[in-house]
């Protein structure tokens, strides 16, 4: 049984009489097994495991969990348990309900929002404030549904954005637009399947006799109102409130911290003992992390013994210098390369260590940052793929269109809507059969000033100017190339994607199709477009050089995508475990080189926290954006716990590039790795500012 190998703190909490327990566990203090010791409970007490859900921050944390029950249980058993993340467990059950549900990814939505904002125009607003841009806007926005659970935007915007006053009319009306687009074709991103699973919670009977949610620090208040809609007889959350890391994601960390005042008979387990880091890491972290209030007490105990290394600084006087000494220790490390990682808080941090590893030839993968699947050239691939499987999908066709010239997300819109009419409602049947008695398939543009709404085409293009480009007869009747905004760069481009379409529409494996997608013409025009993007320089020119080595690494990613096809069979489940599981495939081998938050439950024998100089870690510029200096000190603390023998944390005083000296972080001056002087009392002073200005 799995409760046999709980120590009596973790014992205590597996084994809590039904209610609301909350468990503090600290880095490395085996929230993992008290977990599974207490699914293991319920399950000999009678309780079925369809009656069990738990929540995790990723799938692959649900799935090690129910592994690991397994073991146990049998995986019959294990396998009826609800297990996942907010959002694949509410996709489950809106799916299981027949909701119409097109599950697409922020970026996609992007995508969409920016058509619907094109349109608007604030230039007859007279005010000193710009207008948001239309990426910024939507962030707002999906800040908002994440925080704010009874005003309206347009409410919220005038009292958390005053000096927006102006303009919040026409915010609000690009969100009711985008969000009539939405419901019309079924497209929903991870908020919105939160909100809707709330809305059905509300009115159903979910069945769960518990709810287990791991990572509870990391909440925000519209999955706790999920959970209080499915209004589970008990709960058992798990967390810990100095590794709340997510507040620019909307984060609540009083929802830990008010647990036992909104459950008036909560009871709290605290799990003490340590088994991970060596006495001096842990000391280390404490040390720094008990700067920040506290909301429980703890003290925690350090099972493992022996000599182990002190944490060690390293000091350089410029930022490559930096980079290269480091990529010079690893190599030199007796360390095997999988168990060392290299902690970074920003992504130009992380460019500069992966180029020194690659440089001496030490192998390095990276998560956190730009990732392989949100590389655009993977997003285009699957884009196409998107469609094929479903032609409704008016967002991937859009985002595709990023790629042309002249046709922005508005016009792409346009496009789409005007192929679906002359195809009788099918988007194919519009590119390869249109009714060309259609004469002007293009909607009449809406007026309406107070919305910043303004008509800017009054009549039709001239389809002959297109004649010199060698399009097949079909698609040069197309009455889509009338419309007046499209350039011919743009309608070869759609040509393109046309004799793309017909090449992959039957086509049954997705191996075969990803490889005919990476063969043609359109995505070699998507390849060079990027490529070429990639290589341009300051004055303009191209480094042909460099172009040759993007297309290099394009190829490179393609390569890896078609091997990722090879256990699927069916077009919908390839697609959907490219979207719902992207973010915890990682690709290659050697040193992980790890953003703070993607090293979250992570562990490796030797670590290097880099680049802890101020400004850069804490990041002074987030901190003035709705941050804090407690949240700066979480990360940095969530990214010391990661190391359990050797910990090195460096610092350089000098940016060549930039021409900017460093000081060194406020951190190190609270590790005691740097005695503390008249920096560290104006670093204090500057943060005692910058929080009073908040």
Avoid at 414 to 432: D, T, W, Y
Wanted: charged letters at 25%; glycine letters at 6%.
């Amino acid at each position: 049984m799995p409760l046999s190998r709980l120590n009596s703190d973790q014992l205590s909490a597996a084994t809590a009489p039904s209610g609301e327990n909350l468990i503090i566990a600290s880095a490395g203090t085996g929230k993992t097994s008290t977990i599974v010791g207490r699914i293991g409970h319920l399950l000999s007490n009678g309780v079925e495991p369809h009656e069990i859900l738990l929540l995790t921050f990723t799938n692959k944390a649900a799935a090690e969990m129910v592994e690991r029950v397994a073991v146990y249980f049998g995986k019959d058993v294990a396998g009826k348990i609800d297990a996942g993340t907010f959002h694949a467990v509410s996709y489950r059950w809106l799916k299981k309900s027949n909701a119409k549900v097109v599950l697409k990814q922020q970026r996609e939505l992007k995508t969409l929002f920016r058509s619907v904002y094109e349109k608007r125009s604030f230039s007859h607003i007279e005010h000193s404030t710009s207008a948001y841009g239309a990426n910024y806007l939507y962030d707002q926005y999906s800040f908002f549904q994440n925080t704010e659970m009874e005003k309206d935007f347009e409410a919220w915007i005038k009292e958390k954005r005053s000096d927006h006053e102006e303009y919040a009319l026409i915010y609000a009306g690009v969100i009711d637009e985008f969000e009539e687009l939405k419901k019309e074709y079924g497209f929903v991103n991870f908020n919105d399947l939160l909100l809707h699973m709330r809305e059905y919670a509300k009115s159903a009977d979910l069945g769960y006799k518990e709810v287990l949610i791991d990572e509870y620090q990391d909440t925000n208040a519209l999955q706790g109102t999920l959970v209080d809609a499915m209004k589970p007889p008990s709960l058992f959350c798990v967390g810990d409130y100095d590794q709340s890391i997510y507040a620019f994601n909307g984060a609540d960390i009083s929802i830990i911290g008010s647990f036992t005042t909104k459950f008036k008979n909560a009871k709290v387990f605290t799990l003490k003992k340590n088994y991970r880091s060596s006495v001096p890491i842990l000391a280390l972290a404490n040390k720094v992390i008990s700067r920040n209030e506290r909301i429980y007490p703890k003290e925690l105990e350090v099972t493992r013994t022996g000599n182990f290394m002190k944490p060690t600084m390293l000091m350089y006087e410029e930022l490559f210098e930096q980079y290269h000494g480091i990529a010079g220790k690893i190599r030199n490390s007796m360390t095997p390369h999988e168990d060392i990682a290299v902690i970074f808080r920003n992504n130009s941090t992380a460019d500069g260590i992966e180029a020194a590893l690659r440089e001496i030839n030490v192998a390095c993968k990276r998560k956190g940052g730009v990732s392989f699947f949100d590389s655009k050239e993977i997003k285009a691939i699957l884009d196409i793929y998107t469609l094929m499987v479903n032609e409704s999908d008016m967002m991937s066709f859009i985002h595709l269109f990023d790629y042309a010239r002249g046709v922005g997300s508005a016009v792409a819109k346009e496009i789409f809507i005007a192929l679906q009419k002359v195809g009788g409602g099918s988007m194919f049947m519009g590119l390869n059969a249109p009714d060309v008695s259609i004469l002007n398939p293009f909607e009449k543009r809406i007026k309406n000033s107070q919305l910043g709404l303004f008509d800017d085409f009054n009549e039709l293009g001239n389809r002959g100017r297109f004649a010199t480009l060698g399009f097949d007869k079909r698609f040069f009747e197309n009455p889509i190339l009338k419309h007046p905004k499209l350039t011919k760069d743009a309608a070869t481009y759609i040509h393109e994607y046309y004799q793309l379409t017909k090449e992959i529409t039957n086509l049954k494996r997705p191996s075969s199709v990803v490889k005919k997608i990476v063969e043609s013409k359109f995505f070699g025009h998507i390849a060079d477009y990027l490529a070429t993007k990639r290589a341009t320089l300051q004055n303009g020119s191209v480094d042909e050089e460099q172009k040759k080595s993007s297309l290099d690494n394009i190829k490179r990613k393609t390569i890896i995508l078609q091997d990722l096809t090879s256990p699927y069979n069916d077009h919908e489940r390839f697609l959907n475990a490219m979207i719902l599981g992207s973010q915890d495939l990682t690709q290659g081998e050697g040193v992980n080189l790890l953003s703070i938050h993607a090293s979250k439950g992570l562990e490796f024998k030797e670590v290097y926290v880099i680049d802890l100089s101020d400004g850069r870690f804490p990041n002074r510029k987030l901190m003035t954006r709705g941050g804090s200096l407690d949240e700066e000190r979480r990360l940095f603390y969530v990214a010391v716990t990661r190391a359990k023998d050797i910990l090195y944390l460096s610092f350089a005083k000098y940016d060549k590039i930039k021409k900017t000296q460093f000081v060194p972080s406020i951190f190190l001056y609270e590790a005691d790795l740097i005695k503390k002087d008249d920096v560290y009392e104006t670093l204090l002073a500057k943060s005692s500012k910058e929080e009073d200005d908040d």
